[in-house]
């Protein structure tokens, strides 16, 4: 299948502009587990949607209630804004101090309120306003610290694992990064890797879910994970090394500036920053015969990580796009294929 991304839009809707339901990616995932609510449009007048579960607080009694769609345009965006606004005063301080269960705790919500959140015209709006983009450099940072955060956490307890010579790396994966393993699940069903000799991951992190996968479910001789930080080259090494992940390497590299013609295929996930230099650098380097697996934001995904499908054209052509409602994650991302043109 061939499917030109031209006629993609620059707003929300773009990632959902394959599937007849643009807002049919509420099915639960891990961060809905959390179980919190969010606004639904259409909701009842006065209808209560707690953020926030357990032993965590909730935001003010005021912002729960979410306006129904028969709510002007201005005040649903309004409202949206108000949320994520609650959400960085809280998160803010608590980064600053360096607060982690705070900042764990207040993220879990802020995650499952984007999965939750189903107003893609208020959504749209809010994207295309004036407020978006110091919304995103916020968010952005705030996902990558609690990525990190969660990495930390995970290389702790999979570094005491074992791995029994009949298990695979999914049975020892830390519950904090199981969600990026399961997410790759799709990725046999979308792209054939069994010719490939070589793959590359793009900031493949400390605890590199992608490349346990990789080596798990294909049989791709060269596994290659990259990532500009010293210590997250180390720490995926290490583990590597310890469970003898023989077809993995980690090297320290940035993803803005290496040569990817030595790779069939770049897993280019969201972390991999900045994302238009990263793209880029992939147009002018890699094979005309690559294959390009992105992770894209979809829907609210977009207020932690920069788009970068609505701009690929004419370079690349899209392929294939990864189910709309099962592998989104916590953080509302999506796979497409691609290869360059
Ligand atoms: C949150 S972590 C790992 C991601 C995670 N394991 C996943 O599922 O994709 C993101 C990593 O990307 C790395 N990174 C960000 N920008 C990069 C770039 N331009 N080149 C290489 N690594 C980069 C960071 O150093 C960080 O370790």
């Known amino acids: 299948m061939r499917l030109n991304i031209f006629g993609f839009g620059s707003g929300a809707k773009d990632a959902g502009a394959l599937d007849a339901d643009a807002t049919g990616f509420l099915d639960p995932q891990p961060a809905q587990k959390a179980t919190a609510k969010a606004p639904k449009t259409g909701a009842r007048k006065g209808s209560k949607a707690p953020l926030a579960t357990g032993k965590s607080r909730t935001l003010s009694r005021k912002s729960q209630t979410p306006p ?27 980064m600053d ?111 590199p879910a992608s490349l346990f996968f990789l080596q798990d479910q294909t049989n791709v001789p060269a596994i290659v994970g990259i990532d500009n930080l010293q210590e997250a080259v180390d720490c995926a090494s290490a583990l590597a090394t310890k469970f003898k992940l023989d077809r993995v390497r980690v090297i320290n590299a940035d993803a803005t500036k290496l040569d990817y013609s030595f790779f069939d295929a770049i897993y280019f996930g969201p972390f991999a920053t900045p994302r238009a230099d990263v793209l880029k650098q992939i147009r002018s380097t890699a094979r005309p015969n690559a294959t390009i697996i992105l992770r894209e934001p979809q829907f609210t995904g977009s207020l932690a990580f920069e788009r970068v499908l609505p701009f690929m054209q004419p370079a690349f052509n899209l392929i294939k796009a990864g189910d709309a409602k099962k592998y989104l994650g916590r953080f509302m991302l999506r796979h497409y294929v691609l290869k360059p043109r």
């Open 68 to 94: 129904p769609n028969t709510e002007s345009l201005k005040k649903r965006v309004k409202w949206l804004l108000a949320h994520l606004e609650e959400f960085r005063q809280r998160l803010q301080p608590a």
């Open 97 to 207: 101090t360096g607060n982690t269960d705070e900042f764990v705790l207040v993220m879990q919500n802020y995650l499952a309120f984007i999965a939750a959140y189903s107003d893609t015209v208020a959504y749209d709006a809010f994207e295309l306003g004036p407020a978006y983009p110091e919304y995103l450099k916020f968010f952005h940072r705030a996902s990558l610290e609690f990525a990190w955060r969660m990495e930390e956490k995970a290389f702790a307890e999979i570094a005491e694992a074992e791995l029994q010579p009949w298990q695979r790396m999914k049975e020892v994966v830390s519950e904090c990064i199981s969600g990026s393993y399961s997410c790759m699940e799709e990725l046999p069903t979308l792209v054939d890797f069994s010719q490939m000799r070589s793959i590359v991951v793009l900031g493949c992190g400390k605890v």
